[in-house]
């Protein structure tokens, strides 16, 4: 029977079954193919169902030794396909949405056929392992009671010095020659010092007993009335595990799952468990790669006793980390005090924030402790529930799901990202979970390659709580590959109406971060802002072709008026361009070179000047402090003059290109003003009236590079001193007035940067209508008297304005580019390497 499969190239071929394993040559591109192993028919009524062919080549094979009964695992394509995408519905025989009865049956016979047993083979976990629980389960209980014999400690501490030194008042008072209100007050002083600092100390000591858990955004429960199909699946999975069924099963939007107690400790006794299903996993997977992750977190429960320890273990681990890494508005409400309050006063308060300071590293120190001992031990539970994961889809399967699940997670990284693109257009993705199967499917195969060089280098840390990926799937190979369930459906038809479901939780998310801002008309189909982002994705592509690779935006273009410059002398322009464009190219690899080097120095100049700063107020710089050994004034003063003739030297290699670039561009946009070339544009897409405003916008953009520079130094500036308040509490005296200077001069040029383009509209289509290019830099100018609040300002403007110069350049450059096609000229090829536009910046 022939095999299908998928060349690189996108050429479907259908191999003869005797090369299944060996590599055969496309006859389209000629590269080698890997045949894979037919896929293994279990029962008729089991139907496994070929994944959808992915848009991205398949990365290279796992080369992994694998013993003779055993499988291979599936191909890059075959293990990381989205099962739900379009081409898989295609060959997907499973009813409609819109048929809801006959879906149910269709699907649960299919689920019901897959069984081959009802049960899997038990894991059986040794005395010693249990024990072994039980005293890390002890020690971890230890820890915390460790913690609270020193908050009694230092209450009676307090207590003790409240209550038994009052004398030393009177002894300051009494032991100069006379006394005097001064020394009265100065005795009162030392003698209340230690009863602030020690209250305020146990106060934040107890805190963390109280710290409650950040609400988990987007998440929503199911009823079974209305999932039936989910419950019933997730109750097969249970009872193969030997796990108790979940009594609520809740969805988010992360590419996870979980089951844990419903109530925390009140549940501990009980059986109440809530299954929380992120909605990208069960888009991304099929049904035996979710069925394996829901048996993996079932099988942490399905030992009684195991269980229980473990999460106390588990819940001890996550405590230890909140507390150390979390802070909330009292440490924020200490330091604001500590900073407001006259030195004389507020140094008693400092005191109290080193004493806090030094208990969150006590805390970290019991952390460690307890990751320490209870690393092996939670990895060997990992690996238990890995053994109940391979058991249930199969030790092939485990391997192809890690590696989906890396994938999925990167996936996510780039919604995200995407997702931050879209708001800055004032436009939300209606569809998390599709965004997510969207950035699968647009992955190169150089990424997916690397996703294997990930797993196959994975190493365990000391401190790590899972095991590293190779030695799990390592593990679980030692497993029946097959297991005991092997359908592959996709496992977004275990819900009614996935999509719908999903449109929902994604709602949720987006509510439990913007609250009532969140307006509906801002939420978009996820495919349209998809569409609008490759058009997007195109018109960089001109910028970078034009300037070669990443553009300098950090030093102005020269002469940009001449982009207006009617044409009085047709011929003469187009001579000028091409040469100007063929000088450019000549110059266009000693400028890739000289701008990355130019854009390094020119941060560490920045630096001399925040060192110097720093030095000027006595404040000590370590030799670690900034990226070169700033350290004196001298060494400050050489480093300069080095780097300032280093930039001059590359400044002479840069200039050529810029210059040439900038000639180039110029006489092609005025080309594009003159009558007889607009016809042509506008039929090309390019509208007469636009043209106009970007040059314009571009002019605006130029001028204002130097206060970009200036809002980027300062920015630096105010976090390298806001360290410094951290770190030398003891000098604030003479930090509080250059932090205060820094923030006011940081809002004077934000204030300023967002002024310069008020009265200019944002050139591009965006959610909100009729925004300005000040309104979409910065929304709102910052509170002074809030530093928080002008640094984010800063960043947004070091964001958006960047990102506004680089958009309008390009769409500058791809009318340039249009205009040399018409004069016969062919866009220059995408350089090797090419920098990535969005990141072209203003030397951050």
Partial sequence: MPIPVTCACGKKLNAPDTLA????????????????????????????????????????????????????TPTAAQATAPPNLAQSKQSDPTPPV??????????????????????????????????????????????????????????????????NNTGIIGAISSSGTRASGKTFAFGLMLYLTPILAGALLVLFMLKPLFARAMPHPGRRSLKQSEEPLLFDFVGKVCDAVGSPHPSRIDIDNQVNASASFRSGLRSFFGNDLVLTIGMPLAAGLNLRQFGGVLAHEFGHFAQGAGMRLSYVIRSINFWFDRVVNERDEWDEKLKDWSAALDFRIGWMLYIARFCVWLTRKLLWCLMM?????????????????????????????????ARQMLILNLAEN?????????????????????????????????????????????????FDTHPADSARIQSAQKEDPQGIFRLELPASHLLRDFDQTARQVTSDFYREIFGDELKESAIHEVEGLVERQKVEQKTMGALTRF????????????????????????????????????????????FTAASTKFEDLNTRLIETRLAEDLLKINLPVAKNDFQTDLTTQTTILEFRRKTENRLNNLVQQITPFEASTAARLYSALRLAQAPANQAQLNQQGFS?????????????????IPQIQHLLTAKLALEKLSAYLESHADKNDKLLPKFKE???????????????????????DHGEAGISSAEYILKKLPNVEKPGEVHEAAEALLDRVPMLHARVLARLCQIAEAVETNLGLKPLEDPEKSGSPDSADHGE
Wanted: aromatic share 8%; hydrophobic share 40%.
């Fill in 414 to 462: 780039g919604a995200m990202s995407d997702l931050g693109d879209f708001h800055r257009e004032g436009r939300l993705g209606d569809n998390l979970p599709k965004l997510i199967l969207l950035n699968v499917d647009q992955m190169p195969a150089e990424l997916l390659s690397h996703v294997d060089e990930i797993i196959n280098d994975s190493k365990t840390g000391i």
């Fill in 21 to 72: 394993g060996k590599r055969a040559k496309c006859p389209t591109c000629q590269k080698l193919v890997l045949i894979p192993e037919p896929l293994e028919l279990i029962e008729d009524e089991v139907e496994l169902l070929p994944k959808s062919p992915q848009k991205p080549p398949a990365s290279k094979t796992q080369t992994r030794s694998l013993p003779a009964n055993r499988q291979p």
């Fill in 742 to 764: 820094l923030v006011e001069n940081l809002a004077d040029a934000a204030a300023d940067l967002r002024a310069a383009f008020a009265d200019q509209p944002y050139p591009f």
């Fill in 369 to 401: 402790i307890g990751h320490f001992f209870s690393g092996v031990l939670m990895r060997q539970m990992e690996f238990d529930a890995d053994r109940h994961e391979a058991r249930f889809s199969g030790g092939t399967t485990f391997a192809s799901t």
């Fill in 688 to 704: 007469s009236d636009e043209l106009p405003r970007l040059i314009h916008l571009f002019k605006l953009l130029n001028t204002n």
């Fill in 98 to 163: 819109d048929n809801q009865t006959e879906r149910f049956n269709y699907l649960s016979k299919k689920i019901n056929s897959a069984f081959l047993k009802e049960k899997i083979e038990p894991v059986s976990t040794p005395l010693g392992y249990r024990m072994a629980i039980f005293a890390v389960a002890l020690l971890m209980v230890v820890l915390p009671l460790f913690y609270l014999a020193l908050v009694a400690s230092a209450g009676y501490a307090v207590w003790y010095h409240a209550f």
């Fill in 547 to 590: 300037f070669q690779g990443k553009p300098l935006l950090s030093r102005p273009m020269p002469n940009p008026d001449e982009a207006t410059k009617p044409v009085t002398d047709t011929t003469a322009v187009e001579k000028r361009l091409r040469d100007a464009r063929a000088l450019a190219l000549d110059h266009a690899q000693d």
